[in-house]
T-cell receptor, first 113, second 116 residues
Framework: SQTIHQWPATLVQPVGSPLSLECTVE??????LYWYRQAAGRGLQLLFY??????ISSEVPQNLSASRPQDRQFILSSKKLLLSDSGFYLC???FGSGDNEQFFGPGTRLTVL | AQSVTQLDSHVSVSEGTPVLLRCNYSSSYSPSLFWYVQHPNKGLQLLLK??????LVKGINGFEAEFKKSETSFHLTKPSAHMSDAAEYFCVVSDRGRNAGNMLTFGGGTRLMVKP
């Protein structure tokens, strides 16, 4: 069976500091991978998706970047955090074909002070 | 293009009474439709999905949803609410096979509150 991991679970960072959130998937090969952000009391916003190693598509211009250095690893980064980067970050994956159902990780709660 | 509208941002029911969470969608092609549930500070869990088979879809925890093409609706129901059902629910659409990256479009969410 497949599992998805995210870490850290929670993070408190000062404004202007760098960020690195990691997501890994086990039990499958060549998944599509996704990063979402969920601001307080709001729905999900797709930030990035990847259909393969080194292939990153950005959905919205912002202070963040993503990388996929390995098939089942997806990293969300920032060089300098802003207050507005606070939120709940969710990683997800799917098989890349079929029903498009996505499987979500447990999330990372980021607070920028 | 695809879009999803969840008609109620908050729904409050008493324990043991029926639940109805409303969702309307727009899609240019044959859609896949999903309902996800999110408990506080947790990831999203799939409740059920519609993928062009039976229009009445049964999911986990006693939830079900009916795909009505003529009404472009995919409402989520449960006959009897339980306290543990209190959570945020998202209706989601995807254009099957026409969607590079297999991306999903999320509704704004409905917060379900269950009173004892």
């Amino acid at each position: 069976s497949q599992t998805i991991h995210q870490w850290p679970a929670t993070l408190v960072q000062p404004v202007g500091s760098p960020l690195s959130l990691e997501c890994t998937v086990e039990g499958t090969s060549n998944p599509n991978l996704y990063w979402y952000r969920q601001a307080a009391g709001r729905g999900l916003q797709l930030l990035f998706y990847s259909v393969g190693i080194g292939q990153i598509s950005s959905e919205v211009p912002q202070n963040l970047s993503a990388s996929r250095p390995q098939d089942r690893q997806f990293i969300l980064s920032s060089k300098k955090l802003l207050l507005s980067d606070s939120g709940f970050y969710l990683c997800a994956w799917n098989f890349g074909s079929g029903d498009n159902e996505q499987f979500f990780g447990p999330g990372t709660r980021l607070t920028v002070l | 293009a695809q879009s999803v509208t969840q008609l109620d941002s908050h729904v409050s029911v008493s324990e043991g009474t029926p639940v109805l969470l409303r969702c309307n969608y727009s899609s240019s092609y044959s859609p896949s439709l999903f309902w996800y549930v999110q408990h506080p500070n947790k990831g999203l869990q799939l409740l059920l999905k519609y993928t062009s088979a039976a229009t009445l879809v049964k999911g986990i925890n006693g939830f079900e949803a009916e795909f009505k093409k003529s009404e472009t609706s995919f409402h989520l129901t449960k006959p009897s609410a339980h306290m543990s059902d209190a959570a945020e629910y998202f209706c989601v659409v995807s254009d099957r096979g026409r969607n590079a990256g297999n991306m999903l479009t999320f509704g704004g969410g409905t917060r379900l509150m269950v009173k004892p």
